[in-house]
């Protein structure tokens, strides 16, 4: 059930680091990402998945991690993620990417939970360097998201906001994840 999945998918942070990400696993979720709907049925989006160890490693350092936890730099080795897909917006299909990104890595990341593995959408990157790292050209592609995958290694609760406004995530003493949402009858604003 969609409900199900949707529950299932948290912004996972902390993964099981030498459980890598398959190749086809990979594969399959930018398949199911192509298979989206497109503002004008453009299609420009562009993906770049990575595996190797190597090369994870130096994309992770392009990476910002959870802005409300202070005092937490990101996962520890050991806690990286096992894979990523990056998305691209190719300027040469249209001048702007609107919503299209958005519409795929929520695919990409309810596929993910499908197959068992967590997701963390980041938008929080070194754009500058990590089109370096892999080689892609300014002129052309334009970085718009790098969903982390890989084996979750960390427990998310779901809880109701029960102060108006205080909607941070933050970590109990016993290292699980809390994430505050509004209650339905606080974002239905009507009826008819």
């Not at 970085?143 to 933050?170: C, D, F, M, N, Q």
């Not at 016993?174 to 009507?190: G, Q, S």
Request: glycine share 8%; aromatic share 8%.
């Amino acid at each position: 059930m969609l409900r199900d999945l949707v529950l299932r998918s948290r912004s996972i942070r902390r993964f099981y680091e030498d459980t890598p990400v398959a190749l086809k696993d990979l594969r399959e979720l930018v398949d199911l990402a192509r298979l989206t709907p497109s503002a004008a049925n453009l299609q420009p989006l562009k993906y770049v998945i990575a595996r190797d160890k190597a090369l994870n490693e130096r994309i992770f350092g392009t990476l910002a991690w959870a802005g409300y936890l202070k005092d937490w730099d990101g996962p520890s080795p050991g806690e990286r993620p096992g894979g990523y897909v990056i998305i691209l917006g190719d300027k040469e299909v249209a001048a702007t990417f609107g919503w299209d990104q958005g519409i795929a890595a929520q695919t990409i990341c309810l596929g993910a939970a499908e197959m068992g593995l967590g997701a963390c959408m980041i938008g929080s990157i070194k754009r500058e360097e990590l089109r370096s790292i892999l080689e892609l050209s300014a002129d052309r592609f334009e970085l718009l998201l790098v969903i982390a995958l890989g084996k979750p290694r960390e427990r998310i609760e779901l809880e109701i906001v029960t102060e108006p406004g205080k909607i941070e995530y933050y970590r109990d003493d016993n290292d699980v994840h809390h994430v505050p949402k509004r209650r339905l009858e606080d974002v239905l604003l009507a009826e008819y």
